[in-house]
């Protein structure tokens, strides 16, 4: 017997169609990071010729602020507005930012390209994340999850290596920028031709929970909840070292007289394996304890950045990307897998938009402190730094976060 097209039934395989779609415009939205990812750091030199790490940096910290804070009301708005119309909403706002990049000759105008970038960031993949979670239901969200960091950042990586190539072939601008124009169309093509909103799938599942209240997510995600809080600080700290990487990895290359291709080259292996590899760390976090796997990501990923330093060699260089990749994509569908398990079907956009408001901040504060850091002590220290950091925070996960992640504690409001 055929299910009518008006009901509502949630499940993976049962929303296939719509939840590849997703798969399909998460990976356009990957790609409009992608071609910032290996050559934006030489764009600033070569085209405006800024030599300050922090006024190079300073795109990044444009675009990790505005990105948080788009998270953070995409939260707030999507049970009213709809999930589809802050996606539509998110490719509009993206469709200037690649002609602004090709064509200005105003370092003001390449920061404000960053913030509407950023701002459609923030709202084109926190609806694509929740869209997801709401077809999917209570199973397999983990594996939901690892599918759309999979096709967001191995398109990340795919993009950082092709805009690489472009550059070295053709000049830094305005091919590689141009190429986003045609991604963002695209993007907003088949959302508004193809996407439909999940809010139904949400009122579904919901009616299976008591009633809950929605006042105070915002700091039961950020301070009191132990389990929630624990996840917010790793996702600041991970997009803190994903900020310095973006930013100084180029400028390292390039201090060791390796070619832009090159540079485009080692600095998308990091997001390609992120990408692929949670194809299977996503399934893993429906299976094994997600404490254990967020402090084992965030472990990883440190310990590689402080060998980063002491790399000069290419083969070297490529294990440590690899090791990042794999560290990372050990932790992002993670993150998500254990909101969505923790938090009520109607808390649950506002607390990932919450956790993606503090995670994507991260980004700000790694190029501010990276930089700054950079400029005094120089690169290597400032990598060093990042490091620390990152294993500092593995231990907050292994000594603060509680062993078994249960739906109550948002409402019971377990404390410090």
């Keep these: 017997m055929k299910r009518s097209e008006s009901q509502v039934v949630l499940g993976l395989r049962e929303n296939w169609k719509q939840f590849s779609l997703l798969v399909v415009i998460n990976g356009f939205v990957g790609a409009m990071i992608g071609l910032e990812r290996s050559i934006f750091p030489q764009f600033a030199s070569e085209v405006f010729g800024l030599e300050s790490k922090v006024a190079i940096l300073s795109f990044i910290v444009a675009f990790g602020i505005s990105k948080a804070a788009a998270n953070y009301f995409s939260g707030k708005l999507a049970n009213n507005l709809g999930r589809k119309n802050l996606l539509i909403l998110g490719w509009i706002i993206a469709l200037p930012v690649p002609l602004i990049l090709a064509f200005t000759g105003s370092w003001n105008w390449v920061i404000a390209s960053n913030i ?40 990340v990586g795919v993009f950082a290596f092709l805009s690489g190539y472009l550059a070295q072939e053709f000049g830094i601008r305005p091919y590689p920028f141009l190429l986003g124009e045609i991604i963002a169309l695209l993007g907003l093509l088949l959302t508004f031709l193809f996407v439909k909103d999940t809010r139904k799938h949400v009122e579904m599942e919901a009616g299976k929970h008591s009633e809950t209240s929605m006042k105070g997510i915002f700091w039961e995600t950020t301070f009191r909840n ?14 803190l070292n994903d900020g310095m990487i973006w930013g100084l990895l180029p400028v390292l290359l390039v201090s060791l007289q390796f ?10 292996i990091y997001p390609t394996v992120w990408g692929i590899s949670q194809l299977f760390t996503g399934k893993m976090a429906d299976i094994f304890p997600k404490k254990a796997l967020l402090f084992w990501g965030m472990l990883i990923q440190g310990i590689a950045i402080l060998i980063l330093p002491l790399a000069a060699g290419y083969p070297l260089l490529i294990i440590i990307s690899v090791s990042l990749g794999i560290g990372t994509a050990i932790v992002y569908p993670t993150f998500l897998a254990a909101i969505a398990e923790a938090t ?5 956009a506002e607390s990932i938009g919450t956790f993606r408001l503090w995670r994507d901040l991260g980004y700000a504060v790694g190029a501010v402190l990276s930089g700054i850091t950079a400029d005094i002590f120089g690169i290597k220290s400032a990598i060093i730094f990042i490091g620390l950091i990152t294993i500092a925070s593995s231990l907050v996960i292994q000594g603060r976060m509680p062993k078994r992640i249960k739906f109550q504690e948002v409402n019971e409001l377990e404390h410090t």
């Design 116 to 155: 509407l970038l950023g701002m459609s960031q923030g709202l084109t993949w926190s609806s694509t994340v929740v869209m997801k979670i709401d077809l999917v239901g209570e199973k397999d969200r983990g594996f939901a999850m690892g599918l759309n960091e999979f096709a967001g950042y191995f398109a």
């Design 226 to 239: 132990k389990t929630l809080s624990s996840i917010t600080q790793a996702g600041l700290v991970n997009n």
């Design 259 to 268: 070619e832009l291709d090159q540079v485009g080259l080692i600095a998308a």
């Design 344 to 348: 009520h079907p109607r808390q649950r």
